[in-house]
């Protein structure tokens, strides 16, 4: 059932794209290069100077060079391979090559419109939002003419990151030494958040940590399938910064370690799951610091292999770009998470938004927020779509976003707005990204770039 090869089209009710964007974070190449990008990636953030200067020592352990633009020249070669004739492009948000230089090439190309695949499963802030926003910007910088974006949903439970996620921890668990092998905990690793960013994420909150602990169960089941006994699992969140008195998810990796080992546990696997392969949160602050921590409190770890360009995640992201091509694509989801929506609606995602305002102000309780049941998980269910795109109006946004000469009283996500997959209205950034994409195209581009 995977086609998604560039010379389909898009079925009735669907989406013609003719190019995807592959999108992802950026790291530095060289020495001179860490200062610069991390400047990057903490514009306008609080993270203390000494938190950048520890950051900056990871990279010079690997002599400022950060694996991850490699890795993406991987999957962009695979990519290329799975769906030609579509065209390929790739873009960063903290580093070159940059989303607007990327988006200034599709122009010049004569690209109309581009699905966006963002190289993060889970829904938060820095993993969804934000990059929606960069997009966003992108747009903004090339101007008139640039292509039309749609982004790809999340795909934290999708059997193209789940299964070759599950071969990677039972490899890992027969790696660890026999006599402990039985017996060890799967800890399930992803980047830390600030807990205001965590609370806010997704639709309704909490999406973040339910979305880890419901694809790290669904993993943990099929590894205990596949070796015929149960690995207990736990997660734990890696890479932790800003100021000290501000709270982030918890328990950080190393002292989820130690404290397996002074319940007396004997060997554990640290699984990546928040990450789609071994860049620098990867190699360095697991693979350095968490299997030296476990080292020194004699617990035996291994670490869990990330997806990277595994043919079976390769062939996920064709499929996900069917789905946005043919309404009726099948719409894999392994857990009661998923699958994710489409198109995210007004507020997903926002640390300013009124989830935050109640997190902060304790109106609706940010415990019940974390306790993770305050989403109502209609979001791209089976049975619920975005309205027809036939009959949009033209004052779709009545701000005019990315439509010169179009003006008017209407305010983003007020009802004029056709809103996202369960009719929730859409934020600004996402309405520029997604708008020209709802409105019905009469003929579409000539086939065989
Ligand atoms: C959720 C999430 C993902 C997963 C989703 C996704 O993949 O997008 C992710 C990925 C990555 N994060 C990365 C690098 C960094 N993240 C930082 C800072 C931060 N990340 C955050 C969150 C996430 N980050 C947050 C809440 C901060 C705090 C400050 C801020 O909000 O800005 C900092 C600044 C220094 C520091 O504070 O550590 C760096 C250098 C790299 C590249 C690694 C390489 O070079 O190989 C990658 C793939
Ligand atoms: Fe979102």
Known sequence: MTNGAGADRGGPGGLDVDALLLVSFGGPEGPGDVMPFLRNVTRGRAVPELRLAEVAAHYDHFDGRSPINDQNRALLAALRERLAPLPVYWGNRNWAPYLADAVARMRADGVRRAACFVTAAFASYSGCRQYR????????????????????????????????????????????????????????????????????????????????????EVIAARVGTRLGRSHPWQLAFCSRSGPPGVPWLEPDINDALVALAEDGEQAAVIVPVGFVSDHMEVVYDLDVEAVRTAGEHGIAVARAGTVGTDPRFVDMVADLLAERRHPDWDRPALSDEGPAHDVCPLHCCDPAGPLAFWARTGVNGSRVVMAGGAGTRAHGRPGVRRPAAAGVPADLCGRGHGRPGLSGPGLCGQPNDPGSADGRPRDEATILVEERASVARPDPPPAGE
């Open 133 to 216: 926003e960069d997009l966003a910007e992108a747009l903004r910088q090339v101007g008139p003419g640039a292509p039309d974006f749609v982004k790809l949903r999340l795909f934290f439970d999708h059997p193209g990151f789940v299964e070759p996620m599950v071969d990677h921890c039972v490899r890992a668990v027969g790696s660890l030494p026999a006599a402990v092998r039985d017996g060890a905990r799967l800890v399930f690793t992803a980047h830390a958040l600030p807990l205001e960013q965590a609370v806010v994420s997704g639709p309704d909150g909490g999406a973040y940590e339910r979305q880890l602990r419901a694809t790290a």
